[in-house]
């Protein structure tokens, strides 16, 4: 970005913000936004407070323990669809609906079935994250070159080293959709929470709420924007290797 | 030049009758989906030690044939022996070498070329290091820690050859090994093959639609014809033994015999 002719660093647009926000909120119309000053100093508060911490420890047991569900169901649903046309014909369309469908507004029918706690969570992150999955999976095993199967054939392959190849082959495609599972999940955690509202940072959220603490409850959000964007960078990390890795194969 | 037209089955053959013939095919029929006839009653046989040439337009049932003998496609009708014996699926007397090379793009080149004896269940050691002498056969040494992606389409190709000859199989089935590399590396290649022909002893089927590697390369030239595929003529190139590369391309015999195939197989062209 240039003003004036002058070249700004990568932050500063950020600062204006943060400058704008600091005036609204020492003017004190709005209860909602108090100065940014001060959400820094509830920054420390919030990051030393026991809650957070047992927060932060339920996020991240809900998050992994549901992509992994997901990522086990997600692969073979994908390799099903992809290896056995019938089976695409019965899921595909039930997979595609939601993978686009609002799941938020199924979060309430996962509390009635399994509860106010971290099982709704956890399925919440495997609802978000698993149809992603499936599908990339899907397109990678469908996408194998037929002559790399007849290699394995003609050779004498077992079909467990056939379904190695095949794994192999797929992978690039696999490890996308993997990627995107990973984000949705983060998505999925958060809402899961909020919506449970009696655990994590759902309840953190609901304590600074209803106890009219604004500076901590946006010292929260800033949080976890942080948290999900330094871990987006991460996952992105992760792909240019795969990108490469796809590029290398043709 | 000795002709014969395999139609006329009745007909003294001009061409001899392999004495010792390792694959015969027997009748053999293929329809795909109840409606295309890719092949049609085919009969033939391969002598062992010679490499046989399937010669024809595109679209003549020549991968088919040959996928039909590799033991990954299953005959119509008919029945493939190879050595006697009924084809049922692929085995370990027979290796491919494919088109597209079909190599898999996340192993290097030595774990390529070592793949069929893996399958094999070869000991690491002992197949790693076939591996290695066969990729130095075909003029890779020093490219063993490469990955595919990061050679040419003829070296990729060697590849795929190292890895059929490293079986030790009897019979190399090679589907238009050729066509997927340029023109300079394909003239180096077929050179290659026939000097590979004198070291190891092997019978090799070799699919192509190129006429000039076909008359160059074979003892014998099985030309198909299409819709339904059927054999159309049997040849038997006599090219000199022991010519260098550049007089044969000069040789009265080789360009002859290239006119007289390029003649019989231009009305299915048109
Ligand atoms: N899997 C398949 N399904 C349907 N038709 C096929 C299939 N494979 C080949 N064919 C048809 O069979 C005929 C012979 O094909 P092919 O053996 O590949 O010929 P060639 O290798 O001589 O070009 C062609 O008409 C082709 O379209
Ligand atoms: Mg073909």
Redesign the interface.
Same mark, same amino acid.
């Given at each position: 970005m240039t003003l004036f002719g002058y070249r700004l660093p990568m932050m500063s647009s950020l600062i204006v913000w943060v400058i704008l926000w600091e005036i609204i909120g020492r003017l004190e119309l709005l209860l909602l936004f108090p100065p940014f000053s001060e959400v820094i100093l509830a920054l420390g508060d919030v990051l030393t407070s026991s809650s957070f911490a047992e927060a932060m420890r339920i996020t991240a047991i809900s998050y992994v323990a549901g992509l992994a569900i997901a990522l086990v169901v997600g692969i073979a649903l994908g390799f099903l669809m992809g290896l056995v046309p019938t089976a695409d014909k019965m899921l595909n369309m039930w997979v595609n609906t939601f993978l686009s469908a609002p799941l938020s507004a199924l979060v309430p029918v996962f509390m009635i079935l399994f509860g106010l706690g971290t099982p709704t969570v956890i399925v919440t992150v495997f609802m978000f994250a698993v149809w992603i999955i499936a599908l990339d999976t899907r397109a990678g095993v469908q996408n194998i070159s037929p002559s790399l199967i007849e290699m394995s054939r003609s050779f004498g392959a077992s079909r467990f080293e056939r379904f190695k190849i095949t794994l192999f082959a797929a992978l690039p495609e696999i490890l996308a959709g993997v990627r995107l599972g990973m984000i949705r999940g983060v998505k999925g955690v958060v809402i899961g929470q909020l919506l449970v509202s009696i655990i994590g940072v759902g309840a953190l959220f609901s304590l600074y709420q209803q106890n009219f603490l604004m500076a901590h409850f946006w010292a929260l959000v800033l949080l976890l924007f942080t948290l999900a964007l330094t871990f987006a960078e991460i996952v992105a990390r992760f792909e240019k290797r795969i990108e490469y890795y796809a590029g290398a194969r043709s | 030049m000795t002709v014969a037209l395999a139609a006329d089955n009745t007909a003294e053959r001009s061409v001899p009758k392999p004495t010792n013939p390792i694959i015969e095919v027997r009748n053999v029929s293929k329809v795909y989906g109840g409606a295309v006839h890719a092949l049609d009653k085919i009969n033939l046989s391969f002598e062992t030690g010679h490499l046989t040439s399937l010669l024809g337009p595109s679209g003549c049932g020549k991968t088919t044939l040959l996928?039909i003998v590799?033991?990954?496609l299953q005959p119509t009708d008919g029945e493939i022996l190879v050595k006697g014996k009924k084809v049922t699926?692929?085995?370990?007397e $027979?290796?491919?070498v494919?088109?597209?090379f079909?190599l +898999?793009?996340?192993a290097s080149v030595l774990q390529n070329a070592a793949?069929?004896l893996k +399958?094999?269940g070869v000991g690491k050691a002992e197949r790693l290091e076939k591996a290695r002498h066969y990729i130095g056969e075909v003029g890779l040494a020093g490219f063993e820690e490469k990955?595919p992606?990061e050679l040419s389409g003829g070296m990729r190709q060697r590849v795929g050859l190292a $890895?059929a000859l490293a079986?030790d199989a009897d019979v190399l089935l090679m589907d238009e090994p050729f066509s997927a590399v340029d023109e300079q590396t394909r003239r180096k290649f077929q050179e290659d093959l026939i000097r590979l022909r004198e070291v190891e002893n092997k019978t090799f089927l070799f699919v192509t639609h190129s006429i000039e590697e076909a008359v160059y390369v074979s003892d014998r030239i099985v030309m198909l014809s299409p819709r339904p595929g059927r054999i159309s003529e049997i040849i038997d190139p006599d090219i000199p033994d022991g010519i260098s590369p550049d007089e044969l391309r000069r040789n009265g015999t080789y360009l002859d015999t290239v006119e007289e195939i390029w003649r019989s197989i231009r009305k299915y062209v048109e």
């Open positions: - | 996928k590799a033991g990954l699926g692929p085995g370990p $027979r290796a491919f494919f088109q597209d079909a +898999m793009p996340w793949f069929g +399958m094999q990955y992606h $890895r079986v």
